[in-house]
């Protein structure tokens, strides 16, 4: 059907503080403008490989981490209150673009939670519009709707900074028997599991495509609308935004084991190729409400490997003889003006670059997952907790399975989608682990940190390997004592983070990365959010429950570490525990505003 867009209303939700479900403090306001439907098209903007000079580009980085850091004495700077009439519409919807709506899944796959990081034994699915669908469901579609004296929320499989969801998903289909042959550009909108279509191509296009890599695949990209983010959260939002990014590669990757695929970060490609193939060059934005391309990734028969991972110049632009279809909707009538974040999106634009190869090692699992619920089920019941009971440990053995679990392995998602190297660190404050000390510990994620994050942190830790600790995994003792008012306090004074069983920090290898190439800034981001994604399904599968904080007081954390300059930053924050549930609000199945239809999930 051709879609006119529905009207929804989507009210506030009462969750408490700056969880990634939660909502915000009190900021300093900004100017608000009307604004008018304009045209907005990428290739006049600069970035530092054409217009922008390198150096300057790395400035505009630093002064905008450096800015955005929230501090004891203020926060970074925010719309100073929730202007719920600009809340935007958390889904993005193409008026007069064909939309096709897909079944939900009769029954979920069988396959055991180990399966979301091994795909060794899974079974390869055909590539058909139906095992497509079932992909996008256990990734990026809805989870549940939750409800509360008389407001309604919609929650999703992956999550996202105040739920706000800034990240979009397109796809780029192969020809399909199911779609008479014919293959084209889609935006994925999760509000009716179904595709909007964008523009068509026939078979011959994209033999070329198939030709170049000598394997069926399929591409989805992400990208993020920043206005999504910084209605609520300001100047800080494209830390969000790319948090978002890497939670939803993490999904993507999950989901794809599940059905046998392997998705790959075509990590040579400028995000201007991204632009060109998706269609964005040709597209009418409305102010303030722009998509950035992120990243495209190649979906593949984990059996069978590409012969190449880029796609060269000449396929790029014959994307741009398509025609694209579909208006997008608006998302507010006014908007709040965050130059800066316009700015640093400019600086860390992504040019095409050399193709990195990345090897992991081979080491199995510490401890095996366990084997039920399934797969699919922890994906399902992923939730951000609210509130911790201060009550509930995890025994040590969970502890270190859910750290084994974070480190990068050949042949196991999600870190094998070649986001690039490690660079992030977990500091991990131990409040409730049973037969481990209480106190402040380093998960060193590749063993070859260590002796620089030793010369970088406080001269007087420890450095013990933590008590019961298997040899593969590099977890060190810094300090011992109670942190919990600590890690509070740090947390924008969040009881979650001391009241959880353990609690940390992401401590990226930042400086360096920012001086080599300016838009691994954005990467360094993503791979935090790979990782919390991975906290978040292990947490589930033991029995506890995650919760990613984005609001920390940055220069707080690194003195606590004495790390004295920005080679390290934390970005990000997490925390494990036993949750409380609030009784009070009304939890609905993910579709059930949907007219009836083949499915479970209604």
């Known amino acids: 059907m051709h879609g006119s867009i529905p009207v929804l209303k989507f009210q506030k939700s009462p969750l408490p503080l700056f969880s990634k479900e939660g909502t915000m403090p009190p900021f300093k306001k900004r100017d608000v403008r009307r604004d008018v439907t304009i045209q907005c098209h990428y290739g006049n903007e600069t970035s530092y490989n054409t217009d922008m000079k390198k150096e300057k580009a790395i400035a505009e980085i630093l002064r905008y981490h450096e800015r955005t850091k929230h501090r004891q004495d203020r926060f970074a700077p925010g ?5 719920w ?77 105040g739920n706000l969801h800034p990240t979009e998903s397109y796809l780029v289909l192969p020809p399909l028997q199911e779609r008479d042959n014919q293959g084209g550009v889609f935006h994925y909108n999760p509000y009716f599991h179904g595709l909007e279509q964008r523009a068509t191509f026939e078979g011959e296009f994209w033999k070329e495509i198939r030709d170049h890599f000598g394997t069926d695949l399929f591409f989805i990209g992400l990208s993020s609308i920043h206005w999504r983010e910084s209605w609520k959260y300001g100047e800080r939002a494209f830390r969000y935004c790319n948090h978002d990014v890497g939670h939803a590669v993490a999904c993507l990757g999950f989901s794809a084991n599940l059905h046998g695929w392997k998705v790959l970060w075509l990590n040579a ?8 193939m998706l269609g964005f060059d040709r597209t009418s934005w409305h102010a303030f409400e722009k ?42 009538k ?8 316009e700015a640093v999106a400019s600086a860390t634009e992504k040019p095409r670059s050399p193709e ?9 699992y510490l401890i095996q997952s366990p ?22 440990a995890a025994s040590r053995d969970v502890f270190f399975a859910v750290l084994d679990k974070t480190i990068p392995r050949q042949g196991c998602a999600p870190f094998d989608a070649g986001l690039g190297g490690v660079s992030v660190h977990l500091a991990v404050f131990v409040h409730r682990v049973t037969d481990l000390a209480q106190g402040l510990y380093m998960l060193v994620r590749e063993h070859t940190a260590l002796e620089d994050l030793k010369q970088k942190c406080r001269k007087e830790f420890l450095w013990q390997k933590a008590e019961g600790t298997p040899g593969a995994l590099d977890l060190y003792l810094l300090e011992r004592g109670d942190y919990r008012e600590i890690a509070a306090s740090i947390s924008c004074h969040q009881d979650i983070a001391g009241d959880s069983a353990f609690s940390l920090g992401m401590i990226a290898k930042f400086r360096e990365n920012i001086e080599k190439e300016p838009w691994l800034y954005r990467r360094l981001f993503w791979e935090t959010g790979m990782i919390g994604q991975v906290l978040y399904l292990e947490a589930e599968a033991h029995g506890l429950r995650g919760t990613g904080m984005g609001c920390f007081f940055d220069d707080m954390m690194h003195r606590l570490l004495g790390l004295n300059d920005d080679s390290y930053q934390s970005l990000y924050h997490f925390t494990i525990g036993g949750a409380l549930e609030d009784t009070r609000i009304t939890t609905l199945p993910p579709y059930h505003h949907l007219e009836p239809q083949t499915g479970k999930n209604q």
Not at 334 to 341: G, M, N, V
Not at 356 to 364: D, L, R
Not at 374 to 381: C, G, L, P
């Open 79 to 83: 719309p100073g209150h929730m202007d």
């Open 334 to 341: 006014e908007h709040a003006d965050w130059k800066i974040i």
């Open 371 to 392: 084997v039920r619920p399934s797969a699919a089920t922890i994906i399902r019941q992923r939730r951000s907790a609210q509130v911790f009971d201060a009550e509930t």
């Open 356 to 364: 990195p190869v990345i090897n992991w090692n081979n080491s199995a």
């Open 291 to 332: 998509e950035y391309p992120d990243l495209l990734l190649l979906v593949h028969n984990h059996k069978e490997k590409p012969k190449v991972f880029d796609i060269p110049p000449e396929i790029v632009s014959s994307f741009s003889s398509l025609s694209v279809k579909g208006s997008p909707n608006r998302l507010s």
């Open 269 to 276: 490609l400028a995000d201007r190729d991204i632009e060109t």
């Open 85 to 161: 009439a600009n809340e935007p519409v958390p889904f993005r919807f193409y008026e007069n673009a064909l939309t096709i709506r897909h079944p939900l899944l009769e029954r979920d796959p069988e396959a055991a939670y180990v399966s979301l990081y091994k795909r060794s034994d899974s079974m390869p699915l055909p590539f058909t519009v139906t095992n497509v669908a079932s992909m996008l469901e256990l990734s990026m579609g809805l989870s549940a709707w939750k409800s509360y004296q008389g407001n309604t929320w919609a929650l999703r499989m992956n999550p996202s900074s």
